[in-house]
């Protein structure tokens, strides 16, 4: 049997930064997050512009308060104009205006 503290997987963020932002955003909630296949190595405070996937995991008694969260998340991200970088195609959410991956502006 699964224990209520073992950490369940919820979420594949797109990079280490969405993981770090959804990390924060349950973090708000008292959820603590693991956090699976981030890159390991940077300085605290710096950002791994990498494109890796990374795991969001929960313990498995926060999971259905998390994926609540998560899908609140993903919906207004879908709500949301998304617009993508015309020098290396990559999507960004519309509060930025520069590209995450190659600082190119839209
Ligand atoms: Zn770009």
Redesign the pocket.
């Known amino acids: 049997m699964a224990s209520p503290f073992d950490w369940v997987e919820v979420f594949s963020a797109q990079n280490a930064i969405e993981a770090n932002l959804l990390k924060g955003l349950l973090a708000l909630d008292s959820i603590k997050v693991l956090l699976k296949g981030e890159s390991l190595g940077g300085a605290l405070g710096e950002i791994p512009f990498e494109q890796t996937e990374v795991k969001i995991c929960v313990p498995q008694i926060k999971q259905r308060q998390a994926e609540k969260i998560l899908l609140e998340y993903q919906s207004k991200q879908q709500a949301s104009n998304d617009w993508q970088?015309t020098?290396?195609n990559?999507y960004n959410g519309c509060g930025f205006e520069v590209?995450w991956?190659?600082s190119?502006s839209k």
């Open positions: 970088c020098n290396c990559e590209c991956f190659c190119i």
